[in-house]
């Protein structure tokens, strides 16, 4: 039986709801359930594919190439569960939906309203593809009053009655604030938020009161009387260390048990999180520190790179060091010598992004790690600027460029107008809709006997290091280096390691004869989880470690 757990939230937005059912997901798991983690979002795009990273953060795209919001990336850093198209909707995609079957005429000429037709779509949603899993957990993006979320409230309560007894549970996020001048903590924003999401005709079953400071016994006998909740499913949530941290500090408030207890599971198998203690035993406990630079274009919102930093986290646990982050932004090294702030790190990493601005603060970031031999981790966007970087500077193209910025001489990097899916050939245009229409998923990529890359992989692989290895990584990407371009490259050190099946795409280069430089055109970053982190990751954070030990 496929039992159904609801998370809201109230009071402010930014309470950590996605960690928090990432966490109770984790916590389920190290019981010996299965769990699924699902996403409903109230925003009217269809997806957060064409939202601004510095307003919504990143995308998170998942292996069957949906673009999704960046909690489904928590849901599976903390559960290994890889997240779906099925775990991810957003208004808009359920009144896309609603609307392409009213013009078919398959409401057969009814009045299509939200009650029932909208919060029909949604519940059909959450009911859908649970099979053999004993938890969906779903979190309900927002904060209760919001005017759009009104229809996910009205179906997840619904869902309440439709399902038999038992099988639902509703968690409460909430914010207990502490006021300084008065040298209290409130719990009177708790108590209103919890009696709007009562006036919707939902009673939550566990509160989870997000806190920077102990909350006293007596504040929660308050809450539990004034919201009706008994007082052990009043849970403290504390701020922590490290975000790994969270499931230890919510089992240790008897989260998960009384999660358990509302479904009627007293005999519950006891959690064991020795992975999770491990984990933070290396995060409290590191050998030595790394400073790696970030030169990103959307650096003032680190959530636009969630998914990128944590994966570097998870290579300095696999090599027991702190990762110490410098974001900077790329437009910063377009000024003269402003490129010497690099001296003295460790490591440099260029993401992915999009758009001309900055591209040359990334190109000069990718020449002072090539010229200076520190170790360069280019992703997307970053390895076509080290390709770029290489052919104008080591290979005589002095015109070299990217189309996405308009003509050049020598479009080392263009619009990809077909490339194979499947056994199905995928074509796009200049004047395609942006929305969905990039590369996007899982795709296989063949890498090069003898690279550095292969050997990388085959280090946690089946296999020998000395075959060219099958790997597997998720893409989001529209633009593409161009093949056209191999030979004049190679000729100069820069390898062409890995490449799609038929041999059209590049997907890595390595510049030979350098301790470290990788250029992928795919996010490994979205695979990387703490207790399995990317190989490449590891790699590049072993690499900045012999750097640090030769400074």
Request: charged fraction near 25%; proline fraction near 5%; charge should be negative.
């Amino acid at each position: 039986m496929t039992r159904y757990i609801f998370i809201t939230g109230g009071v402010v937005s930014s309470l950590g709801k996605g960690l928090a059912s990432a966490a109770l997901g984790a916590l389920l798991q190290a019981r010996g359930y299965s769990v699924r983690l699902r996403k409903l979002d109230p925003y009217l795009n269809v997806d957060p594919g064409t939202m601004s990273p510095t307003q919504h953060g990143e995308v998170y795209v998942t292996d069957d190439g949906a673009e999704t919001d960046l909690d489904l990336g928590h849901y599976e850093r903390f559960t290994g569960v890889s997240s779906r198209q099925s775990d991810n909707v957003t208004t808009g995609r359920i009144y896309q939906q609603i609307l392409a079957k009213e013009r078919r005429g398959d409401y057969l000429g009814r009045t299509v309203q939200v009650i029932p037709h909208v919060t029909d779509a949604i519940k059909e949603f959450v009911l859908n593809e649970t099979e053999g899993t004993d938890f969906i957990l779903c979190e309900i993006g927002g904060t209760v009053g919001d005017i759009e979320s009104l229809p996910f409230l009205e179906a997840i309560r619904q869902l309440g009655n439709d399902l038999p007894r038992g099988q639902t549970a509703y968690v409460h996020a909430t914010l207990v604030p502490y006021i300084a001048a008065a040298g209290e903590l409130k719990t009177k924003p708790t108590q209103h938020s919890v009696k709007e999401l009562r006036s919707i005709g939902i009673q939550p079953d566990v509160l989870l009161c997000r806190s920077d400071r102990e909350i006293p016994l007596h504040e929660q006998r308050k809450i539990a009387l004034f919201c009706n909740v008994r007082e052990s499913a009043v849970i403290q949530a504390l701020d922590c260390r490290s975000i790994y941290e969270v499931p230890l500090a919510y089992h240790a408030e008897g989260f998960d048990s009384e999660v358990l207890k509302v479904f009627g599971i007293d005999d519950a198998p006891p959690a064991d999180l020795t992975r999770w203690r491990e984990i933070n035993g290396r995060i409290e406990s590191p050998e030595g520190t790394v400073k790696i630079a970030v030169v990103g274009k959307y650096t003032d919102l680190q959530d636009a790179y969630k998914s990128l930093g944590e994966a570097l986290v998870h290579g300095g646990l696999a090599n027991q060091v702190k990762v110490e982050l410098q974001w900077i932004e790329s437009e910063t090294f377009e000024q003269p010598d402003a490129v010497q702030r690099l001296e003295g790190v460790d490591g440099i990493l260029v993401p992915g992004g999009f758009g001309e601005r900055g591209a040359e603060g990334k190109i000069a970031a990718a020449t002072f790690a090539r010229t200076k031999n520190v170790p360069y981790f280019g992703i997307c966007f970053g390895m076509q600027m080290a390709v770029i970087e290489a052919a104008r500077n080591l290979a005589g193209l002095p015109g070299a460029s990217s189309t996405e910025f308009g003509a050049c001489d020598d479009p080392i990097v263009g619009l990809m107008t077909e490339w194979t899916e499947g056994n199905l050939l995928q074509t796009r245009g200049l004047d395609d809709d942006k929305g969905g229409t990039m590369r996007l998923g899982k795709y296989d990529c063949q890498l090069s006997t003898g690279s550095k890359v292969n050997a990388i992989y085959a280090n946690g692989a089946a296999g020998e290091a000395g075959s060219g290895l099958l790997i597997s990584e998720r893409h989001r990407h529209r633009y593409e280096v161009n093949i056209n371009y191999r030979a004049a490259l190679e000729a100069v050190g820069m390898r062409f390691s890995g490449l799609s099946p038929d041999g059209a795409l590049p997907e890595i280069v390595e510049l030979e004869g350098h301790p470290w430089f990788i250029g992928v055109q795919f996010h490994p970053e979205l695979k990387s989880k703490p207790f399995e982190p990317h190989p490449l990751f590891a790699s590049f954070i072993a690499a900045a470690v012999d750097q640090m030990r030769l400074v």
